[in-house]
């Protein structure tokens, strides 16, 4: 196809990414090790490990797994916030020739038992505070072997002590469990210390991660991503930030580049942006465990001169509007990078004016290992649009039938390229569904592009809603709710929030008279993770359907805009 952008790329940005260079993720983590040794790699609650500590800690892990039984492609589920432990379990994962299965924290135990059984997860390595939601599902899983974590385990003595006897005692955040042949994740770093990792060849088609995402069945599918997908992201995300992190106005490039790793690290846009990307380039993360708790985000990361700030819109406004944030030192800050929800452009202005820097929008989904478009980080202009697409990346706007439409005119964006992922894990009718026959990814996102390549999108195929930067479903929210025995029937949608982009909405016909907006929000309470709780619950003797019973979502949108115009 025609690839006019490329005329309007930013000076520096390649138009192709070689991902040949590296066999597998594996290969590329490893040269890291390598080649930035002694260098700082991730900073966490006051703690450092260097390169060369997370290869020797992943070396031992990744080995202790491979003597538990498990062979190449066996699946194991990473269970745990922005921590230290995570870089060091993601990469004795890959190590291994195993596959990282990212699961949120925060899952109810039937978001998590349809993970862990979907992905047919054989391991899974948590950090405690969670581990009384395994509890109640295991039983019902293929898990055979459990890592715990605490919060402490890496942060030496006696700091370690104290934080875990705050955690459990003080803060009584880890609720008591009961899960039988447990391994401490300290006692798996001991115990593989002494035995010896044997990497299995990888290769570009081997299945790195399983990214878990919504889809139209109201149950989430699993992004096959393997290390093809991962390695291109990588190398495309890098390319794409060079004209920033060589700016002239900020002095000559800083010898380690330093990321605040704010968002979490289970999700798509942080894994790459953050993660891996930093591991690439020999770069630090500072870990941020909950970046709602603004004070002990702004402690962590006080004492740098952070180079890169990966964010959603919510993040970026909370921190423009924070005194204590207006007081840090901005003067090598290169990337504020917005992705996960729309940037809005209030928030954008705000951010420039406190800490000169723009915020560069960009565009991607769990399907695409996430970036696939974004705006040139040479610039503060505000476009309101997702941008360019990337490096080796092909975007087209297609109609209903799948034939590119005119420039200008509306239609569904479809993405091709290396970082689009293979498939979804055991769902070939579901692949079937969002993928051309000349390999373009289908995204649900209706868009316009402009005659300079820039997509700006006006409109969803998909009822998805969109939570701050998390996919939110409507048929899996309708399918809890209406297990309710008070509820006849139920429609979900999303509705505008001012903090987080969209809120769920639930429209309701009583089936019990007695039933109350508190009773749906307790039920939901106990069945969904916080985002996809709904903030608002209306009561109808009816709900509008099409002539064979199905219910109108858009209908219901519609009115909730026209409210919205009117106030």
Known sequence: MDRFWLKHYPAGVPHEIDHHRYESVVQLIEEAFTKYRNRTAYVGMGRKLTFGDLDRMSRALGAWLQSRGLNKGDRVAIMMPNILQYPVALAAVLRA?????????????????????????????????????????????????????????????PKGAIVNFAVRKLKKMVPPFQLSGTTSFLSTLTRGERLLLETPAIGHEDVAFLQYTGGT??????????????IANILQSEAWLQPALN????GPPPEQLIWVCALPLYHIFSLTACCLLGMRVGGMNILIPNPRDLPALLKEISPYRFNLFPAVNTLFNALANN???????????????????????????????????????????SETSP??????????????????????????ILDDNGNPVPL??????????????????????????????????KTGDIGIMDERGYTK?????????????????PNEIEGVVADHPGVLEVAAIGVPDANSGEAVKLFIVKKDPALTEKDVMSFCAERLTGYKKPKYVEFRTDLPKTNVGKILRRELRDEELKKKAKA
Not at 139 to 148: A, D, F, L, Y
Not at 351 to 364: F, M
Not at 458 to 473: A, C, E, Q
């Open 97 to 157: 020739g195993l596959v990282v299965v990212n699961t949120n924290p925060l899952y109810t135990p039937r978001e998590l038992e349809h993970q862990l059984t979907d992905s047919g997860a054989k391991a899974i390595i948590i950090l405690e505070n969670f581990a009384t939601t395994l509890q109640q599902v295991i039983g019902r899983t293929q898990i055979k072997e459990v890592v715990v974590a605490t919060m402490g385990d890496l942060l030496g003595f």
């Open 217 to 230: 069945t109201g149950l989430a599918k699993g992004a096959t991503l393997v290390h093809r997908n991962i």
């Open 247 to 250: 700016n002239p106005k900020k």
């Open 323 to 365: 005194p204590e944030f207006r007081k840090l030192d901005f003067s090598q800050l290169r990337v504020s990078l917005g992705g996960g929800m729309a940037v809005q452009e209030a928030v954008a202005r705000q951010w420039l004016e406190v800490t000169g820097c723009p915020i560069c929008e960009a565009y991607g989904l």
């Open 371 to 396: 970036a696939a478009t974004g705006n040139p980080v040479d610039t503060d202009v505000f476009t309101g649009t997702i941008g360019l697409p990337f490096p080796s990346t092909e975007v087209a």
């Open 408 to 441: 200008g005119e509306r239609g569904e964006i479809a993405i091709r390229g290396p970082q689009v992922m293979a498939g979804y894990w055991g769902h070939p009718e579901e692949t079937a569904k969002v993928m051309t026959a000349d390999g373009f990814f």
């Open 457 to 473: 999108i006006v409109d969803r195929k998909k009822d998805m809603i969109l939570v701050s930067g998390f996919n939110v479903y």
